[in-house]
């Protein structure tokens, strides 16, 4: 499951492997773990030194110390007055761990409606009810997405990262849920295809990705400067090999798009493109079709077929559908 | 070697596609393993010739946790 949009995950690299070792060896200690619980479940979001003392009845010099380990794994965050609070990796890695029941209950009864939620965050609901449709009803996720923003904003200090706080823990919940379940969630891909006009290149690359993947990717295209329409000469490349072309109309790039995509792959516009952590950046170095003879057309749609072809494989997705072997 | 696991098609992996994944040597794999199989964190499963391992299912939530 996971994914969390787990996505299709990738191995972890070293340095976060690293990082979360620490982490998990700096809570590898009962008085440390006991710490966090008593700062994650206190009704304000930063606790002070003595507050956490009394809560869980230690000994100051016992607290500081273990709040120093917590700090140095990134843990906590000391507030300049000395009271803690959570981290967003705490929260978002342990906070099962530390309010255990509450955040894997799978039916709170309090409704929140969707409608007073600051825009941001039904902009949350909106992208993860359509990362979920497969598994869960539009209810249920906006439902998880009111709460978990609920749940959080109770202790949040820093109001600036509370919409991204939300879709973290909010999928991380849905994805708890779907496993007691018995769902076996990977979460769809989504991908991001970016040409300068939205109308040759990326059309293409969306269209061979489709016809091999069918439902099993999410796939979206944008342009840096959207032409009026797709240009005809590609849709009759792709349709003489049986390559089918999405009803589709170039579209601008913006930062949403960008942010709800795994995998974004640019074709000789990179620099327009917004650059946000976690997000899997590639550059195809593809010649813009536009106004080209017919074969020189068909090169290229030959070369976006084999870069598919190895992107579809790095999903790790299963094929639904070969794409046509050209001359390639 | 969780988020090969985690990552893999199916969620389970052989010792030797960790070995692969990681560039590591089978009995190093072999040696970790069993300490996540004795401490439940993984399932081992035998299926002819191969041992397939995966995440446990009640440890599956914590582990996607961590790998966030």
């Given at each position: 499951m996971v994914q969390a949009p787990k996505t299709h995950a990738r191995p972890l690299d070293v340095e976060s492997a690293i990082e979360r070792a620490a982490q998990i060896s700096a809570l590898a200690d009962a008085d440390r773990l006991r710490v966090l619980s008593a700062i994650a479940t206190a009704p304000t979001e930063a606790l002070p030194l003595d507050s956490i003392a009394r809560r869980i009845s230690m000994d100051a010099d016992?607290?500081?110390?273990?709040?120093?380990?917590?700090?140095?794994?990134?843990?906590?965050?000391?507030?300049?007055?000395?009271?803690?609070?959570?981290?967003?990796?705490?929260?978002?890695?342990?906070?099962?761990?530390?309010i255990a029941g509450a955040a894997v209950t799978a039916a709170p009864a309090v409704q929140h409606n969707a409608l007073e939620l600051p825009a941001a965050v039904q902009r949350i609901a909106l992208d993860l009810q359509y990362r979920y449709s497969s598994v869960f009803s539009p209810e249920t996720v906006r439902r998880y997405v009111g709460e978990s923003y609920a749940l959080l904003s109770e202790r949040a200090r820093i109001t600036t990262y509370l919409p991204t706080l939300t879709a973290r823990f909010a999928t991380d919940r849905l994805s708890a849920l779907a496993t007691s379940r018995g769902v076996i969630l990977r979460g769809t891909p989504e991908v991001l295809f970016v040409c300068v006009h939205n109308a040759g290149r990326s059309q293409m690359a969306s269209a061979a990705l489709r016809h091999m993947t069918g439902s099993r990717v999410h796939v979206r295209t944008a342009g840096s400067v959207p032409a009026s329409r797709v240009d005809p000469a590609i849709v009759e490349v792709l349709e003489e090999v049986g390559v089918a072309v999405p009803l589709e109309f170039p579209k601008p790039l913006t930062d949403e798009v960008v942010q709800a995509s795994d995998y974004v792959i640019t074709m000789g516009c990179g620099d327009a493109c917004p650059v946000y952590p976690g997000r899997r950046y590639m550059d195809w170095p593809l010649a813009d079709p536009a106004g080209k003879p017919k074969d020189v057309v068909r090169r290229v749609r030959d070369e976006v077929f084999s870069r598919v072809e190895r992107l579809v494989s790095e999903l790790r997705v299963p094929a639904v559908a070969p794409l046509p072997s050209t001359s390639r | 070697m969780l988020s090969v696991i985690a990552g893999s098609p199916g969620g389970e992996a052989t010792v030797g596609d960790l070995a692969d994944a990681l560039g590591l040597r089978q009995p190093t794999i072999t040696h970790h393993v069993g300490i996540m199989v004795d401490d439940g964190v993984l399932l081992r499963e035998q299926r002819g010739r191969q041992v397939w391992l995966s995440i446990s299912p009640d440890r599956e939530a914590a582990v996607g946790d961590l790998l966030r």
């Open positions: 016992e607290v500081a110390g273990a709040l120093d380990a917590l700090g140095r794994a990134g843990l906590v965050i000391r507030e300049a007055d000395g009271a803690a609070s959570l981290t967003a990796d705490a929260w978002v890695r342990f906070g099962r761990v530390l | -």
